[in-house]
């Protein structure tokens, strides 16, 4: 097959949303941790509009148990509504929780079996078609979005994306580590790809930061895909076999990232996010300022 059979516009994407959100107890004890607000829009609205920018409008999310809450936040609030307009309020700030009838679809991972399970309980809405993932943890900010930035490589090179990021030596084995090939650009060949490496054994300090452009086919590998690092079905283990037939490449993300599945880069995020917004952001630093000489 040429390279161009895989340069179908991408359309749909998967959000792993069935996470238990332990380390954020007792916060994430009744409300998934998704919803937690970075400053006034929860976690997933971010992914979520990052998604939109770069022309996704199909939504599927991966949920389990307890976190209905969050296709809540897509749905119409009928009495808020109502409520807010009879008091002539703007319903401005709920513009962003809409969607198209018919285009969120939930699938239930019953059991947690690790990332690769949770993508291919998506199997049936993706079909044949390419499709992206986001890990709502991982917060990319930047303007045009990381999938944005991805689907303009996508037109270029087709196949299949991840977006790559540097970190220190000493981190990669929390990730999935690319063994890089040639590079032009933000794009890198990839070569291999292992998930969660001894940091003496990795390849190279490029982790995949958590966007993804993937053919349908992963989802066959995925099927049969044993298990990986930590016991899990790993999508890395199935990515990796991918590299042999079909073109693979890494975007560098130009833009800043957060790691929002640690309670740091969380709080991180919500200062970053605060300080850079137009309506807060002066505000915020004087605050910032008066508490720093405390
Ligand atoms: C997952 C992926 C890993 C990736 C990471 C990014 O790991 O398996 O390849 O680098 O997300 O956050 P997890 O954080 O679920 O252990």
Redesign the pocket.
């Known amino acids: 097959m040429s390279q161009n059979d895989y340069r179908k516009p991408v359309r749909k994407a998967v959000f792993p949303v069935a996470g238990l959100g332990t380390r954020f107890l007792p916060a994430t004890k009744a409300i998934p941790k998704e919803l937690l607000p970075i400053v006034d829009r929860p976690l997933i609205q971010y992914a979520v509009d990052e998604a939109r920018e770069a022309g996704i409008e199909e939504f599927v999310f991966v949920t389990g148990r307890g976190k209905t809450a969050i296709v809540e936040h897509f749905d119409v609030a009928y009495e808020l509504e109502a409520t807010m307009r009879e008091r002539g309020k703007s319903l401005d700030p709920l513009e962003p929780t809409r969607m198209q009838p018919g285009n969120l679809t939930t699938v239930r991972q019953q059991v947690p079996m690790g990332?690769g399970h949770a993508v291919w309980c998506a199997r049936a809405v993706v079909g044949n078609d390419p499709f992206a993932i986001f890990?709502p943890?991982?917060l990319m900010y930047g303007s045009p979005g990381c999938m944005a930035q991805m689907v303009e490589a996508y037109n270029e090179v087709g196949g299949n994306l991840i977006s790559v990021l540097e970190v220190p030596k000493e981190e990669v084995s929390?990730?999935?580590v690319i063994a890089p090939g040639a590079s032009k650009g933000a794009l890198t060949e990839v070569r291999g790809l292992v998930?969660k490496p001894k940091v003496e054994e990795a390849p190279s300090n490029l982790?995949?930061?958590?966007r993804y452009i993937l053919q349908p086919e992963v989802m066959d590998l995925l099927a049969t895909q044993g298990k990986g690092a930590g016991g899990e079905i790993?999508?890395?283990d199935s990515m990796a076999k991918l590299i042999d037939t079909q073109p693979f490449h890494a975007v560098t993300f130009k833009g800043r990232r957060f790691?929002c599945?640690s309670k740091l880069g969380f709080v991180e995020a919500t200062l970053a996010i605060a300080l850079d917004r137009k309506d807060m952001g002066s505000d915020v630093r004087n605050i910032a300022e008066k508490l720093l000489k405390s």
Do not use: A, C, K
């Open positions: 990332l890990l943890d991982e929390s990730y999935g998930e982790i995949v930061s958590g790993q999508l890395t790691d599945g």
